[in-house]
């Protein structure tokens, strides 16, 4: 299972940024499908995820800016970010699993840098 994220980049406070994610196998069977980010010195957090059953989930930072999508058929994850702060500003890397005690997949990630 191999993930590949893309699309990050700079962007001004306020702006906006879509992620991209390649995926792998029957997103439709992923137990969690979706985003994580990560800054020096911090653990990985998740910022949104697809749970089996078509529950989404937001971290409340995120939420009202942040949409995650997919589309089954390409095989891709997406997360629109809207309104970006310079709080955001992290590596984000895309997460796949297939079962609760399964192995989690991740990509390279992708760095998203906001300046303020």
């Known amino acids: 299972v191999q993930l590949q994220a893309s699309g990050g980049g700079l962007v001004q406070a306020g702006g906006s940024r879509r992620l991209s994610c390649t995926a792998s196998g029957n997103l439709l069977n992923s137990y969690a499908l979706g985003w994580y980010r990560q800054t020096p010195g911090s653990q990985r957090e998740w910022v949104a995820l697809f749970r089996r059953g078509n529950n989404i989930d937001y971290a409340d930072s995120v939420k009202g800016r942040f949409t995650i999508s997919r589309d089954n058929a390409k095989k891709m994850v997406y997360l629109q970010m809207n309104n970006l702060k310079p709080e955001d500003t992290a590596v984000y890397y895309c997460?796949?699993?297939?079962?609760?005690?399964?192995?989690?997949?991740w990509g390279q990630g992708t760095l998203v840098t906001v300046s303020s």
């Open positions: 997460m796949q699993k297939f079962q609760p005690w399964g192995t989690e997949y």
